[in-house]
Structures are given as C-alpha cells and as structure tokens.
C-alpha cells in the first residue's frame, strides 16, 4: 500500500515538527493562503485612560507584512502548505 504523504523530512529528522502554539491562536490565514490578519491588543479592558480615537483605532485588524507572513507561514505550517 502506498503512502499518499512523504515522511522523509520526519524520518530523517527523527521527531515531527509542531506549530507554534502562540502563532496559532493571534493569526488567521486570509483565502489566498500567503497573507495573514490579526486582532490588536489592548483593545479589551482599561479603556478609560484612551481616547475614542485609540479605542477605535485598537478595534482594527492589523495585517502582517511581507517579511512576517513569511516567518508566520514557518511557524504555522511547519512541513509547507502542500
């Protein structure tokens, strides 16, 4: 029976690559696959202190750049998207 899935890099290496667990939860991949979206922090509690301007501000989704989606595209798909 043939296997439909290379383990070459897994054997080879002796033990699975994970994904990271942080990138996990604060990234989202967008349809294309190649760009990534998050929320911004400090948007939730202790919201007295800024101004409208800033609450409104935190409350927008932030998009990684070029040179983070690449890093992000490591860390949340370890062994490649194919």
């Known amino acids: 029976m043939n296997r439909l899935f290379s383990t070459t890099a897994v054997s080879q290496a002796g033990y699975k690559m994970k994904s990271h667990s942080g990138a996990k ?3 989202r991949s967008l349809a294309s696959g190649v760009t990534f979206k ?3 922090a400090c948007h939730s509690h202790l919201n007295n ?3 409208p301007a800033r609450i409104n501000r935190l ?3 932030a998009y990684a750049t070029d040179t983070q989606a690449v ?3 490591k ?3 370890p062994y490649g998207s194919n």
């Open 59 to 61: 409350g927008q989704t």
């Open 75 to 77: 860390r949340l798909l």
């Open 38 to 40: 998050r929320g911004k």
């Open 49 to 51: 202190s800024k101004s």
């Open 71 to 73: 890093k992000l595209k």
């Open 25 to 27: 939860k604060r990234w």
